[in-house]
């Protein structure tokens, strides 16, 4: 069966470390694009790509940084730079649109990342 | 500035009866609109969409409506049951122009009671 596989499902991260999301996709979608979701809030977007070895920041893409060196996969650091980065991180993928059609996302089922 | 929003952070609606989600968005150049439905420490999943040639479409018991000139777009779930107790989200796309980049409303929490 196709689909996004985000892992770890939960992680814990020290104050000052940095830490790694992995998101791996085997949909042979175009685009990949990470967002967070925190308590009571809409999803903003962090980072995207639309190609191997390209991406583009998102809304709130400081403190954060990926890689797209395959199709498969875009894995999101974490980095001690971000300041509140306790949040529900959801990895998501899509086919590039065509001249008229939009397909939408398939997501991934989430990283609930905590500070502690 | 938020382009795409959900007004109402809640609703609860009685099993059977009808749910209505509102969603307003202020750019003009978005042409395709989705909904996504959220269940708790999962991922969304696409419900229903439409494009903007369009000013209805109906998937079984969800019916999307588009109002261009308002800006405007609301989800019916009619009859509601217990099973669509979720997190509803808007999103909004400016389609290949902008590299099919969603961006998403804050989102609706939908109580169904039985």
């Known amino acids: 069966d196709g689909g996004i596989t985000q892992s770890p499902k939960y992680l814990f991260r020290k104050e000052g470390q940095n830490v790694t999301l992995s998101c791996e996709q085997n949909?042979?979608?175009?685009?990949m694009y990470w967002y967070r979701q925190d308590p009571g809030q809409g999803l903003r977007l962090i980072y995207y790509s639309q190609i191997v070895n390209d991406f583009q920041k998102g809304d709130i893409a400081e403190g954060y940084s990926v890689s797209r060196e395959k199709k498969e996969s875009f894995p999101l650091t974490v980095t001690s730079a971000q300041k509140n980065p306790t949040a529900f991180y959801l990895c998501?993928?899509?086919?590039?649109?065509?001249?008229?059609?939009?397909?939408?996302?398939?997501f991934g089922s989430g990283t609930r990342l905590t500070v502690v | 500035d938020q382009q795409v929003k959900q007004n109402s952070p809640s609703l609860s609606v009685q099993e059977g009866r009808i749910s209505i989600l509102n969603c307003d968005y202020t750019n003009s150049m978005f042409d395709y609109f989705l909904w996504y439905k959220k269940y708790p420490a999962e991922g969304p999943t696409f419900l229903i969409s439409?494009?903007?040639?369009?000013d209805k479409n109906e998937d079984g018991r969800f019916t999307v409506f588009l109002n261009k000139s308002a800006k405007h777009l609301s989800l019916h779930i009619v009859p509601s049951q217990p099973g669509d107790s979720a997190v509803y989200f808007c999103a909004a796309s400016r389609g290949k122009a902008a590299g099919n980049k969603l961006t998403f409303g804050g989102g609706t929490r939908v109580l169904v009671k039985p």
């Open positions: 439409i494009s903007s040639i369009k």
């Open positions: 949909l042979n979608h175009d685009a």
């Open positions: 998501a993928s899509s086919i590039m649109a065509r001249v008229s059609t939009n397909y939408g996302y398939t």
